[in-house]
Structure formats: C-alpha cells, structure tokens
C-alpha cells in the first residue's frame, strides 16, 4: 500500500519564508539597529576628543569641528583634512571563502559572520569647502560589526593590522575612541603631494575663466583610491 503524501509544498515554502523572515531578515535588521547606535556613540566621542584637543589648542586657524550630513554621515574637520565617516545602508554575510569561517566563533554560529559596515574616507578640508568636485580621497579605512558587536577592520596602515581578529574583538567605547585618534593619525601625517608637471599641463579655456574662484584640477594627497598596503611607516 503506497503512503499518501500528506506535506503541502505550498504550506513547506511558506514555512521556508516565515524562517528567514524571523530569523535572516529579524538578524540583519538587529545588526543595522545596533550599528547605528554605534555611529551615534561614535560621534560621540569624537565631539569629545575634540573639545579635549581645543583645550590645548588654541589656533584658531586649527580645525576642529564636525559636520552632520544626515543621520548616516558626518564630516570631521580636522587641520587640513576631512574624514568622512559613512554607515553603510546594508548588512553584508562574509563570503565563503573567508578564513574567519574557519576560527570557533565563526563555526558556533553563522549568525556570527553578518556585518555593518563604517566607512572612513580621507579628503582635503579645501576640497569640502572650496566644493572642488573632482579632487580625490582615499578609502582609508571600513569598520565591520556584527550582531554581538564583535568587529575587525580593513585598513591602512595600523588600523589595518590591529583590529583583525574579530573572534576576541568587542567594540567598546575605548576601541571606538582609539580607533578615531589612530585615523587621525594617519590622515594627519600625509601631506599633499605636489601633482606631476604633465598631469596639469592641459587647462580648458572654461578653466582658465574660472581660475580666480576654483580650479577645477584634481587634488590629492594621494592619486587613486584603492584600499592597499601603504603604511604610514613606507609613505
């Protein structure tokens, strides 16, 4: 006698979609809540290292403020640079040829391996303020947090090799503090490069017009944008 199948693919595929509602979308949508609140402290603490830094500095010629551009960037001011700090709108899996997949926090749990992402990107402060469209910044450096706000960072210089184990790394309001000074740190000791001569040696007559207001050649402290290995120690 054959078994009458009882299982109803319809009712087995909405099941399906009630367990990655509850369970996938509920995930990432708990990740994307907790970071920004992590942005939020963040800023935090900058507006706080800066009033310490106004104590000694005196300059006002120094910069040192911060600019909101909506509830998911600002901008700090910072002598002559900017940094660019951006939340990122989405939560990102680690792909599957990531080794952290292979270390025990990552294998206990796979909810572990879901992130948000902070960016900080590096820009001259005359770039922002003279509104030059076409000069450069870098990509210096992305802040991945997780569900359990373990977190690890791809970056340059230091920032690139201190925060990559995630595994034993939980954000705290000291890290995030000391990973704004150590960005700092690197924007503020690289100066601007002077561009090579054959790179400014065609100017367009609407150029030349609007010299006296802006240039619009493209400035840099660096050409490009690709995250890679130049350290502060080999720049």
């Not at 199948?5 to 009712?11: G, L, M, N, V």
């Not at 990107?121 to 005359?126: G, I, Q, S």
């Not at 890679?228 to 720049?235: H, L, R």
Request: charged share 25%.
């Amino acid at each position: 006698m054959t078994k009458k199948k009882t299982s109803d693919p319809i009712i087995a595929n909405r099941q399906q979609l009630i367990d990655i509602l509850m369970h996938k979308s509920a995930l990432k949508q708990d990740v994307a809540d907790d970071l920004e609140m992590v942005f939020t402290q963040l800023r935090g603490l900058i507006e706080q290292e800066f009033m310490a830094l106004k104590e000694v500095i005196k300059d006002q010629r120094v910069r040192l403020f911060i600019k909101d551009r909506g509830d998911h960037e600002f901008h700090v001011y910072i002598g002559s640079d900017v940094l660019v700090f951006n939340l990122h709108h989405n939560v990102f899996r680690l792909p599957d040829s990531n080794p952290l997949w292979g270390t025990s926090y990552f294998k206990s749990n796979p909810n572990n391996g879901y992130f948000g992402t902070i960016h900080i990107y590096n820009f001259l402060a005359e770039s922002m303020q003279q509104n030059r469209l076409e000069d450069l910044g870098n990509l210096i450096a992305r802040i991945f947090v997780n569900h359990e706000r373990h977190f690890f960072i791809e970056g340059k210089g230091a920032l690139g090799y201190t925060f990559s184990d995630p595994q034993n790394m939980l954000l705290s309001e000291q890290l995030l503090q000391l990973i704004a000074q150590m960005a700092f740190a690197y924007a503020l000791q690289f100066d601007l490069y002077i561009p090579p001569f054959e790179y400014m040696d065609n100017v367009s007559v609407g150029q030349i017009f609007m010299m006296g207001e802006q240039l619009k050649l493209k400035t840099a402290k660096r050409l490009g944008f690709k995250m890679s290995a130049d350290d502060i120690e080999n720049s």
